[in-house]
Nanobody, 122 residues
């Protein structure tokens, strides 16, 4: 019943833009930190960005710092990841997760979505 659903992925050319969306159903995100993670085929899951429950604190992995923007709208029970200029190395399945600790490590997160595919190719 507690579910996170990612959307907004797709096939885009290098330099294209995407906004990924994480929507909660069955519970509210108001009290949870949210993390975005990604996993490319054959590679380990990587923490990309995370945001505190109220949106006042954000963190980014070095690989995406300055390129991605995380935000949330608790009234809409939704979290976003804006990627204005995609690179081929951004290709991965992107997951959102909810937990009580704000961190780029995956283990502390309690709830996970099924992921949305981002493919960056010319």
């Amino acid at each position: 019943q507690l579910q996170l659903v990612e959307s907004g992925g797709g096939l885009v050319q290098p330099g294209g833009s995407l906004t990924l969306v994480c929507a909660a159903s069955g519970f509210t995100l108001d009290y949870y930190a949210i993390g975005w993670f990604r996993q490319a085929p054959g590679k380990e899951r990587e923490g990309v960005s995370c945001i505190s429950s109220g949106g006042g604190s954000t963190y980014y992995a070095d690989s995406v710092k300055g390129r991605f923007t995380i935000s949330r709208d608790n009234a809409r029970n939704t979290v976003y990841l804006q990627i204005p200029t995609l690179k081929p190395e951004d290709t991965a399945v992107y997951y959102c997760a909810a937990g009580i600790v704000i961190t780029l490590a995956a283990r502390p997160y309690d709830y996970w979505g099924q992921g949305t595919q981002v493919t960056v190719s010319s």
